[in-house]
Structure formats: structure tokens, C-alpha cells
């Protein structure tokens, strides 16, 4: 196994979020889509990838997603309960449950009680963990190693097995004789600085990328590889946040990052969930400078921050490969995604204000920085927004080498295994066609698990 980044063991992380991109993100954190927006999207790049530093979030795939790529994806057999025993056996081997009671906090249960106020179903978040004390940390590291990412469940068995991981190594592109995949070559790279030192060279009977939704059709791009579904179904779950002002202290930092989501709406394209992140990512989209700003941030012990994502489902983008390096990303957001994004905030807004909130800061442009007045759900409601108005940001990317049955529209097959080449598989968010109606990580995980048998069956 080659992994681009480091290394980031407990002893590392810092609450600190300059910090952590810096060292262990893709460009320090600082990727942008280009198009309508410039909408941040960040990638892990270290051991154990995104699971590190998430919030370990895994839902299935729900089966009105499943009978849709059946009708238009051609992926048969995954209806009906089809994957179930992928998901379940990745669900066990993960310690999937959901969040305790006792860690959820103040945050949370407010969330919680907005929805039920406004008669939703708010259910607690399964995620993959084990001890968590709800220190609201997942973004920069678990502190107390709760967290089951992939380097601490999932690497230590394969490393217990004779297997081999190689670390701050990064795949520049395949080795290829004709069509056949015999392999990698790359680089030992310096993961402070970026510095290449050694050439690196694998061969392989079967080779498989998980470098991500950019890197994978960037690697297969250099490669020489040019079929059609190979970067050009870029999809993303773009996501915002409301925060909510009380009179009572909230201490937003208490408790499990995500503890309860609600999934009314999701066949309507939108999922709400609570939300932290450490302060320095907070603050940012306080809005005002000098001692407003200063005012607003005496406030943090009284605010409750409440995201959404969409499901994109009409957005679509494309990664193309660039001899400077960097993969071009390219994004446009569909008007319909936006009119999702504006009911999105006002569900947001609705909750808050059932919960109690005295005022609500949406971050918006063109809008009331912090406002009281609840007519402001009727104004996102009513309004016709630009995508430029709201904060925009997604770390849910997916369909770039996408699963389905035609080749001049998907970049594998329905087993995983990349058209136009032999002996290469892809088992990353990628994979997706199109919204998997869940965050990507266990539809990617519960896949993957699918098309480790095919492989097996094939090579063993």
C-alpha cells in the first residue's frame, strides 16, 4: 500500500486548524473549485486518510439511491438488500454505533429539540468509534483516540498480515504496457516541504486507486488513460451552516461533534445535522471587523452552530489533469441546487429559532449579518438568491470515475474495474454516479467491500 502523506499518530494533532491543513491536507487546505463559486473543498493526505480527521459519520446508502442507479447507471443487484452484508460486515468491522446519550451536549440536544418541536425526526448519527468523551475535537484528531479511522482499525491488521505500507509516497502516474496496468511510479515525497527525493517504483498483477474523487482520474489522466467517464461526472454535496444565538450559555465546544442528524428531506435533497468544528474555523465567518467583531466572538458561550448539505443533484463539474501538478477542478452550481441551498438555511433558521434562539447569523451576503426577525425564513424562502451570496464549502466529492454499465458515460464498471484498461480497480468516493443520498465515506466503504470480492475472486 502507498499512501501520499504521513504518519499522524495522537501525539501530533494540535487544536489548531492552520496547523493540521498545513501538514496534513492537500495544498495546505486551500483547494477551490473554480466556475460560478470558489467553494472550498478540502482532502486529507496522510495515513488513514479523511476517517482521521471527520466525523465518522457512516450511513448506508438508502434504497430509493440504489433503485435510481439501477434505472440509470445499469447497477444491478443492489437493490432489494443487495449490499446489505458489505455494509454489515464493514459496520462490525468498524464499530459502527450510534452516538451515546451521555456525550451528546448541550449543542446537540438543542438540535434535537428544535426537531421535535417542529414535529422532525432527529436520530442519533452512527459513527465508527469506540470511548468517545465528546471533546468536539474530530476535526483536528481525536485526543483520546475514540475514533476508529482507517489507521487505527483497518491498517493494523493488514500490517499484522505481512503486508507492506509506505508512507509520504506519492503516485505520479501507472505503469503501462499497452493496456495493461503493471503497477506505480512516484516519489518519496517530504511531507513538510513537498521536496521529492527518491523515484519509486511498485509492480503489481492488480492495482487499485483510492487516491480520492481528484486524485484518482488525475493519476489515470497522466497515465494515458482518456475514456470519456474518467473526470467528467464531478459531483459534490455542497454545504452551509447557520449559527443560533441564546440567552443561556451553550457551550458549543461540549460534546460529540455531529451527534443527531435529520433525514426528513433527504429524498428532497437536503440533510441538517449539528455541527462543531475548533474555534479557529468557527471564527472566520463571523461577520464585522473591530469591536463588533469583538462582540460577537464575547458571545461564542451562547451559540450553537447547525449545517446542511444538498445533494448537488443537478451540479456537475470536472477534474482535469494539469502539467503543473495541481488538478484543474471545475464546478458549476445549478440554480435549483441554490434554491435548495436557501431552504436549507431556513429549515436551519426554523429549528433555531424553535429551540429558543434569540437571533440567528446566516453569513450571507446581502442579507442581515445577525438578525432576530423570524421573517427572514420567509425571505429565503421567497427570494430569488445567486449561488455568490451564501457560504458554500464541500468536502463530500464524489462521481469522477463513476460506477455504472456504459463506458462512453462511467469510468469503471459495475465491479469496480476502470474501462479502457486492464487490471486496475478504483474503491474510493469516486465510485458514486451520482448523490448517495448518505455521506460518502461508508457508500464508498460498504463498495469497496463489494468489489474486494470480485478482485479476490479474479486473482486468488
Not at 188 to 208: K, N
Request: charged content about 20%; proline content about 6%; glycine content about 12%.
Amino acid at each position: 500500500m502507498v499512501e501520499a502523506g504521513p504518519v499522524a499518530r495522537i501525539r501530533d494533532f494540535r487544536k489548531d486548524a492552520g496547523y493540521t491543513l498545513s501538514r496534513y491536507f492537500w495544498h495546505g487546505g486551500m483547494r477551490t473549485t473554480m466556475g460560478n463559486l470558489m467553494m472550498p473543498t478540502m482532502q486529507a493526505r496522510n495515513l488513514g486518510g479523511g476517517s482521521v480527521w471527520n466525523s465518522a459519520i457512516c450511513l448506508r446508502i438508502p434504497e430509493f439511491t440504489l433503485e435510481r442507479w439501477e434505472r440509470e447507471h445499469g447497477l444491478y443487484g443492489f437493490t432489494n438488500g443487495g449490499l446489505d452484508r458489505h455494509f454489515q460486515a464493514v459496520e462490525d468491522f468498524m464499530g459502527v454505533k450510534p452516538v451515546d446519550d451521555d456525550v451528546q451536549g448541550p449543542r446537540n440536544e438543542l438540535f434535537r429539540l428544535a426537531a421535535e418541536e417542529l414535529g422532525w425526526n432527529a436520530e442519533p448519527i452512527a459513527r465508527n468509534e469506540a470511548g468517545c468523551r465528546g471533546s468536539g475535537e474530530c476535526f483536528t484528531g481525536c485526543p483520546h483516540g475514540a475514533k476508529l479511522s482507517m489507521d487505527r482499525r483497518g491498517l493494523p491488521e493488514v500490517l499484522a498480515r505481512g503486508n507492506d505500507i509506505y508512507t509520504s509516497v506519492q503516485c505520479e502516474e501507472l505503469l503501462m504496457s499497452g493496456k495493461k496496468v503493471r503497477g506505480m511510479e512516484g516519489w518519496v515525497v517530504d511531507p513538510r516541504t513537498g521536496e521529492r527525493s527518491h523515484r519509486v517504483r511498485i509492480e503489481a498483477r492488480c492495482t487499485i486507486l483510492a487516491a480520492g474523487t481528484i486524485h484518482t482520474p488525475n493519476i489515470l489522466q497522466k497515465s494515458g488513460v482518456r475514456e470519456p467517464g474518467i473526470g467528467n461526472n464531478l459531483r459534490f454535496h455542497p454545504g452551509t451552516m447557520v449559527m443560533g444565538l441564546f440567552k443561556d450559555d451553550v457551550l458549543p465546544w461540549a460534546g460529540a461533534t455531529q451527534g443527531y442528524h435529520v433525514m426528513d428531506f433527504i429524498q428532497d435533497g437536503i440533510k441538517l445535522e449539528s455541527l462543531w468544528a475548533t474555534p479557529s474555523l468557527m471564527a472566520f465567518r463571523f461577520p464585522g471587523f473591530g469591536s463588533h467583531l469583538q462582540e460577537l466572538l464575547g458571545d461564542y458561550t451562547h451559540m450553537a452552530s447547525w449545517d446542511a448539505w444538498i445533494s448537488g443533484e443537478d451540479s456537475v463539474g470536472s477534474v482535469k489533469a494539469s502539467p503543473l501538478g495541481r488538478p484543474g477542478v471545475r464546478y458549476q452550481i445549478h440554480d435549483k441546487d441554490v434554491a435548495r441551498v436557501a431552504e436549507a438555511m431556513a429549515k436551519l433558521s426554523e429549528m433555531f429559532f424553535a429551540a429558543g434562539a434569540e437571533s440567528v447569523m446566516l453569513g450571507m451576503h446581502d442579507m442581515p449579518a445577525v438578525t432576530s426577525d423570524r421573517g427572514i425564513i420567509d425571505q429565503l424562502r421567497s427570494r430569488k438568491f445567486t449561488v455568490d451570496q451564501f457560504p458554500l464549502a464541500s468536502n463530500h466529492a464524489f462521481g469522477a470515475t463513476p460506477m455504472g454499465a456504459d463506458p462512453t458515460r462511467h469510468g469503471v464498471d459495475p465491479y469496480g474495474a476502470v474501462y479502457g484498461v486492464d487490471h486496475c480497480y478504483v474503491t474510493d468516493t469516486g465510485l458514486l454516479p451520482n448523490t448517495p443520498s448518505a455521506n460518502p465515506m461508508m457508500p464508498a466503504m460498504g463498495l469497496s467491500h463489494y468489489i474486494a470480492e470480485n478482485v479476490l475472486a479474479r486473482y486468488t
